[in-house]
């Protein structure tokens, strides 16, 4: 049986790829080499916060499978490849899923088929990783086969904006190429946007994520001095906003998370350094402002405790919130570890408390989770909000707590300290 599209990797992006092509009819088939999630999405379980067991319900009902077995990949029209891409230790992108995932798709490549990279990389991956190992099957892109790069722009929780009406961004390895990479998307996806090539499409998703990078570092730092000259931020962001152009909010807090924004600008800082020689200064030094705004947040919470005639040693810290962004549970890159690290060292009692998280996997040892929100706030000796969600009243908890951290700027009760 031929299928639509086979999509290979089925996690925060591929999953929800997969959920919008099946809404609009087509036939589709998930690939991961994870077995658990293969049985779970086989039996109804979904395993990331944007799809509920419900959905992949329905995805299932309208011919939605997932499978191990490679071999059902020449069955597909398209293979779109929605892997991830970790930083290696040397501070570039760690390819190594999306090599093994090309290799899957190479082994089972066929004349007419469409090939597509999702996974955000350094600009050139597609053309100088991507189409030799493909092209190693005998058969020549442009000419046997179509090959492209869309990247993903999911947005894990974002109720207002997913896969369908987010405009996806394509560049194909010849315009043949392209030309059949938008008509693909174009069945699902309302807005199409071609770029000139396949570097051009990489390089656009790395813009996206350094400039909200550098810019959450600019007012990162601007946090800091405002603090030591008693000048409240985030009214001047509120006021600032009002100006009808030329102007985009962004704000603070205690470290940057998630898959995109602490990794993505690494990757082409990293590609400048290592093709060109030279440095990309912005991202480089936004890396190191947003990476030292947990120890930021932890200097002020001693701070705050100190005011107390409290040493930090011993004494006993809520944190609320320990996901990378409010109302998922989504645990990546999230500043709340090392911020709990840094506490830790300092001599503090952690706990945390999180509506999304019964288990927090990076927590340093020792760290217990409260279940009762309203006992917990009021007996420790400070609590620190990491994340606002929305199962979260800040303005009571503040009132409630003995001392309260905002770091979100929530807040507008005279009991809570903002960052």
């Not at 290979?8 to 036939?27: H, K, M």
């Not at 000048?231 to 100006?243: F, T």
Request: aromatic share 6%.
């Amino acid at each position: 049986m031929v299928v639509d599209v086979a999509i290979i990797g089925l996690g925060y992006v591929g999953l929800p790829l997969a959920q919008e092509a099946s809404r609009a009819g087509l036939t589709v088939l998930g690939f991961d080499v994870d077995a658990g999630v293969v049985d779970a999405l086989n039996e109804g379980r979904s395993h990331i916060d944007d799809l509920t067991d419900a959905d992949v319900a329905k995805m299932r009902d309208a011919g939605f499978r997932a499978t191990t077995h490679e071999a059902e990949i020449p069955t597909a029209e398209v293979a779109v490849i929605c892997v991830p891409t970790p930083l290696s230790e040397d501070g570039g992108p760690d390819l190594s899923a999306v090599t093994a995932a090309v290799a899957t798709v190479g082994r089972h490549l066929r004349r007419g088929m469409l090939v597509v990279l999702e996974s955000t990389t350094y600009p050139g991956t597609t053309d100088e990783v991507v189409r030799p190992m493909l092209e190693s099957s005998g058969l020549v892109a442009g000419d046997d086969f179509y090959l492209a790069y869309s990247p993903e722009r999911i947005d894990p929780g974002n109720e207002q904006f997913g896969a369908r009406n987010t405009p996806k961004v394509v560049g194909g390895h010849t315009p043949d190429s392209t030309d059949r990479a938008v008509a693909f998307y174009s069945r699902f996806v309302d807005t199409v946007v071609r770029t000139r090539g396949t570097r051009e499409a990489e390089t656009a998703k790395l813009l996206e994520n350094t400039y909200r990078h550098i810019n959450i570092a600019l007012v990162n730092e601007m946090a800091r001095f405002c603090h030591e000259l008693g000048i409240d931020l985030w009214d001047v962001i509120r006021a600032a906003s009002s100006k009808p152009f030329g102007f985009q909010a962004f704000y603070p807090g205690p470290g940057v998370g998630g898959h995109c924004i602490p990794i993505d600008p690494n990757y082409l800082s990293h590609n400048v350094r290592a093709r060109l020689g030279y440095p990309f200064r912005f991202v480089e030094l936004a890396q190191e402002i947003n990476a030292t705004m947990p120890a930021y947040v932890a200097r002020r919470a001693q701070d705050i405790l100190n005011e107390a005639d409290k040493p930090v040693r011993g004494s006993t810290v809520l944190l609320l919130g320990v996901t990378y962004k409010p109302n998922i549970a989504d645990q990546r890159e999230s500043p709340a570890v090392p911020l709990a690290r840094q506490l830790v060292a300092l001599g503090a009692k952690l706990a945390f408390h999180d509506p999304h998280v019964v288990t927090w996997e990076a927590a340093p040892a020792g760290v217990t989770r409260a279940t009762e929100i309203d006992d917990a706030v009021a007996a420790a000796d400070l609590v620190i909000l990491i994340q606002d969600h929305r199962e979260y009243d800040a303005d009571a908890l503040a009132q409630r707590a003995q001392r309260f951290f905002d770091t979100r700027g929530v807040t507008t009760v005279a009991e809570s300290h903002r960052l």
